[in-house]
């Protein structure tokens, strides 16, 4: 791999752009993830900016089941990203259906549609487990670029010196 292909990989890396794209949720889970945009959680500490276009966008984060109507623009969504683009599916509606399973047009979650690189369960999920699947993310991220960051080494603790019977002094 070339620097010039590293040295982008890695700024993808620093920097993913995130869509969001509800396929029908009852808004919980939206909800979730606006708290997780906001200052207490700050999911953009790690570089993930929300943008309004899936042309420049890395991951879709998916909120929702996949119903017969939303199966083709959710395919035509995830056909409009840039490579390499990941997908997270956010909720339990988006993992497996959730409630809205055995519906008469649901298919289920957004994996019968297009393929899922994340699950983050929970109706809705918090706005920590959401951060943390990002997190996740990156670290899938780095192993699919090729950048992994590096290993800390970890310093060995110094064990704690005793003390013998002749050194204690009484006062």
């Known amino acids: 791999m070339g620097f010039l292909k590293r040295l982008i990989n890695k700024a993808r890396l620093k920097s993913p752009y ?10 919980g889970c939206d909800i979730e993830i606006v708290a997780a945009l906001m200052p207490r959680i700050d999911i953009e500490r790690f570089g993930m900016k929300l943008v309004g276009s ?7 984060l998916v909120t929702g089941p996949v119903t017969e109507q939303i199966k083709e623009r959710l395919q035509r969504i995830y056909e409009q990203m840039a490579e390499p683009k990941f997908v997270v599916a956010i909720g ?9 399973r055995g519906g008469y ?4 979650g957004v994996d019968q549609a297009i393929p899922v690189t994340a699950y983050i369960p929970g109706c809705p999920p918090k706005p920590s487990a959401i951060t943390f699947g990002a997190y996740k993310l990156l670290e899938i991220l780095a192993e699919t670029l090729g950048v992994a960051p590096p290993k800390k ?3 060995e603790v110094p ?11 009484e006062v």
């Open 54 to 60: 899936p042309r420049h966008a890395d991951i879709m």
């Open 153 to 155: 080494e970890i310093a």
């Open 18 to 27: 995130v869509f969001h794209f509800n396929s029908g949720s009852c808004n």
């Open 105 to 108: 047009n649901v298919l289920g």
């Open 92 to 100: 339990s509606c988006a993992c497996s259906g959730g409630v809205f």
């Open 159 to 169: 064990k704690p010196v005793e003390a013998k019977a002749e050194e204690v002094v």
